[in-house]
Nanobody
Framework: QVQLVESGGDLVQAGGSLKLSCVVS????????MGWYRQAPDKQREWVAS???????TYADSAKGRFTISRDNAKNAVYLQMSSLKPEDTAVYYC?????????WGQGTQVTVSS
């Protein structure tokens, strides 16, 4: 069974930085796309960033210039370096990995940004 495990969430002050990690286990699949979504309290889950196997990255407007997504294909891992964090970045962050039409999800990691 494919498992995605996120880590790195924490409480941080506004303006600070965090790096989230997501590692896929129990899988030899080569995922075409990996990325991150987030969900704030009482809000819908929103896409943050994604990266293809080729290394091509895309970002939501809210993440551009502040977040950097990267992946290690050999480790089946994806990372999200977040800087200049704002209170509105507070959310549970979920990583995903796409294989064909199937998306696999992690359980989420909490990021809280205090003002």
């Amino acid at each position: 069974q494919v498992q995605l495990v996120e880590s790195g969430g924490d409480l941080v002050q506004a303006g600070g930085s965090l790096k989230l990690s997501c590692v896929v286990s129990n899988s030899r699949l080569s995922f075409s796309t990996m990325g991150w979504y987030r969900q704030a309290p009482d809000k819908q889950r929103e896409w943050v960033a994604s990266i293809r196997t080729s290394g091509i990255t895309t970002y939501a407007d809210s993440a551009k210039g502040r977040f950097t997504i990267s992946r290690d294909n050999a480790k089946n891992a994806v990372y999200l370096q977040m800087s200049s964090l704002k209170p509105e970045d507070t959310a549970v962050y979920y990583c995903y990995a796409r294989y064909g039409l199937q998306d696999y999800w992690g359980q989420g990691t909490q990021v809280t940004v205090s003002s």
